[in-house]
């Protein structure tokens, strides 16, 4: 069964940075598509990027492009978020998400972990 896990999370000043890590156990992370979702109060859940286990290819929600990067080290079955210039709109819970095995971003997630809270505020 894969188990994924979010950490890094945390308070943050606006136009600080943070990194979150989502670690994946169970299986091997090769070939896995992973994606990285928020939540803020009161709004519907976001997909803000992913990249893909199939082709590499990585991808951003227009609200995090040019701020936020995603990548994977498949050696340490943990794909990152480096989110830089931090708004107080960015405020959310953030969590990472997977389909099954070869399948790319965008499929239907099945696996999902339970979540870090990232706060921006001074």
């Known amino acids: 069964q894969v188990q994924l896990v979010e950490s890094g999370g945390g308070l943050v000043q606006p136009g600080g940075s943070l990194r979150l890590s989502c670690g994946m156990s169970?299986?091997?992370?090769?070939?896995?598509?992973v994606a990285w979702f928020r939540q803020a109060p009161g709004k519907e859940r976001e997909e803000i990027s992913c990249?893909?286990?199939?082709?590499?290819?990585?991808s951003y929600a227009d609200s995090v492009k040019g701020r936020f990067t995603i990548s994977r080290d498949n050696a340490k079955n943990t794909v990152y978020l480096e989110m830089n210039a931090l708004k107080h709109e960015d405020t959310a819970v953030y969590s990472c998400a997977a389909p099954g095995e070869y399948k790319d971003c965008r499929m239907p997630y099945t696996f999902w972990g339970q979540g870090t809270e990232v706060t921006v505020s001074t």
């Open positions: 990249i893909s286990g199939v082709t590499g290819h990585t």
């Open positions: 169970g299986f091997p992370l090769l070939y896995y598509s």
